[in-house]
């Protein structure tokens, strides 16, 4: 005796066919409100200019980092504390940056 014969099973169960309902996709919704050409606009200029932009901003920080460890290791840690005080006049520019950057975006 099989095991399904003690349980009262049929010999072939049924399956069930599993029916996948097709979800819009986002741009699909923006195509059906807006027309079926979505304008990004200069985000893909505005994003090349961007990068030139952060690689020389972590750049100029990387080396201005390494050289405010070089003088307070030398001895001349009043220098580079007034150095690091101008450093936040450049913070604040990036900050700007950002803001800016996210309106145009």
């Given at each position: 005796m099989k095991y399904r014969d003690i349980l009262g099973l049929s010999k072939k169960q049924t399956?069930?066919?599993v029916v996948k309902k097709h979800k819009s996709s986002i741009t699909e919704g923006l195509k059906k409100q807006f027309g079926d050409?979505?304008?990004?606009?200069?985000?893909a200029e505005y994003n090349k200019a961007?990068?030139?932009?952060k690689k020389t901003?972590?750049?100029?920080t990387d080396a201005y980092y390494e050289f405010q460890r070089l003088l307070i290791k030398k001895g001349l840690?009043?220098?580079?504390?007034?150095?690091?005080?101008?450093?936040?006049?450049?913070?604040?520019?990036?900050?700007f940056y950002y803001k800016i950057l996210?309106?145009?975006l």
């Open positions: 399956k069930k066919k050409t979505i304008n990004e606009g200069p985000a961007h990068q030139k932009v901003y972590n750049e100029f840690k009043p220098i580079g504390r007034q150095l690091d005080n101008q450093f936040r006049g450049v913070e604040k520019w990036w900050k996210d309106k145009l």
